[in-house]
């Protein structure tokens, strides 16, 4: 495979209630994860309820669902207001972690495939499956970097047009480090501290930097988050329930 830059995209998920004969406390587990996230931008109002079993995240307000083999997350289906699956992503696991993982919208499948350097990077390449069982390798690659459990930098190559973002961390705790398995979904952007600053750069066109402000409880967990576009306008404000 060449070694080439890459593409990622956007995030995830987590807090508990758990329930059965057995129950838990989030002091049992030694840790956070998020019940409920409130989105206001544009002057409107967004909520987003999470569901668990222990810290294994299983459904978003029915429109987004986990699944499970042991420890880790093997399928993520999201689902309409028709309650008809319309996304399927399958992760496929070698070594402890994703080898492979392939993709199912509109009726096409997709296969992203992962090469794991000695230096901490990752690349991948994004192929089209047929019915043939044909793989095409398609004008879709990219490379992470990770340092100390962040990604730092993404490299990504898409159709013609190469792209680079850089991200830049505080030391808090992210929301999501606590929900089993969603470490090891790169495409997912797993970190394990907030982004505070992102800064993109499309080779030969746009560039633009993003900032991240948080308000943090006494455990160092965000329970705000307010995104502002380099201008000063604000692009959306968050907030996290435990």
């Given at each position: 495979?060449?070694?080439?830059?890459?593409?990622?995209?956007?995030l995830l998920?987590?807090?508990?209630?758990?329930?059965?004969?057995?129950?838990?406390?989030?002091?049992?587990?030694n840790?956070f994860?998020?019940?409920?996230?409130?989105?206001?931008?544009?002057?409107?109002e967004?909520?987003?309820?999470?569901?668990?079993?222990?810290?294994?995240?299983?459904?978003?307000?029915?429109?987004?669902?986990?699944?499970?083999?042991?420890?880790k997350?093997?399928?993520?289906?999201?689902?309409?207001?028709?309650?008809?699956?319309?996304?399927t992503?399958?992760?496929?696991?070698?070594?402890?972690?994703?080898?492979?993982?392939t993709?199912?919208?509109?009726?096409?499948?997709?296969?992203?495939?992962?090469?794991?350097?000695?230096?901490?990077?990752?690349?991948?390449?994004?192929?089209?499956?047929?019915?043939?069982?044909?793989?095409?390798?398609?004008?879709?690659?990219?490379?992470?970097?990770?340092?100390?459990?962040?990604?730092i930098?993404?490299?990504?190559?898409?159709?013609?047009?190469?792209t680079?973002?850089?991200?830049?961390?505080?030391?808090?705790?992210?929301?999501w480090?606590?929900v089993?398995?969603?470490?090891?979904?790169?495409?997912?952007?797993?970190?394990?501290?907030?982004?505070?600053?992102?800064?993109?750069?499309?080779?030969?066109?746009?560039?633009?930097?993003?900032?991240?402000?948080?308000?943090?409880?006494?455990?160092?967990?965000?329970?705000?988050?307010k995104?502002?576009?380099?201008?000063?306008?604000?692009?959306?404000?968050?907030?996290?329930?435990?």
């Amino acid at each position: 495979m060449k070694k080439k830059p890459i593409l990622f995209s956007m995030l995830l998920l987590s807090i508990i209630s758990c329930s059965d004969d057995k129950k838990k406390s989030k002091e049992d587990y030694n840790h956070f994860l998020i019940s409920e996230i409130t989105r206001i931008s544009d002057e409107k109002e967004y909520k987003e309820n999470y569901s668990y079993k222990e810290n294994k995240i299983l459904d978003c307000d029915g429109s987004k669902k986990y699944f499970y083999q042991a420890d880790k997350i093997t399928k993520i289906e999201l689902i309409n207001s028709n309650n008809e699956i319309i996304k399927t992503i399958e992760y496929k696991y070698l070594n402890n972690r994703v080898d492979y993982y392939t993709t199912v919208e509109y009726g096409m499948v997709f296969k992203t495939k992962y090469t794991y350097e000695e230096n901490g990077d990752v690349l991948y390449d994004t192929f089209q499956l047929y019915e043939s069982g044909e793989e095409e390798e398609l004008d879709n690659y990219g490379t992470y970097t990770f340092k100390n459990g962040n990604l730092i930098k993404l490299e990504e190559f898409l159709d013609g047009t190469e792209t680079v973002t850089e991200y830049e961390y505080d030391n808090q705790k992210n929301p999501w480090k606590n929900v089993l398995g969603l470490n090891l979904l790169l495409d997912q952007k797993p970190s394990v501290n907030n982004v505070v600053k992102e800064k993109f750069n499309e080779i030969d066109g746009y560039s633009g930097n993003t900032t991240y402000s948080y308000k943090y409880n006494s455990d160092g967990y965000p329970v705000e988050k307010k995104a502002i576009y380099e201008d000063g306008n604000v692009i959306f404000l968050e907030k996290f329930k435990y």
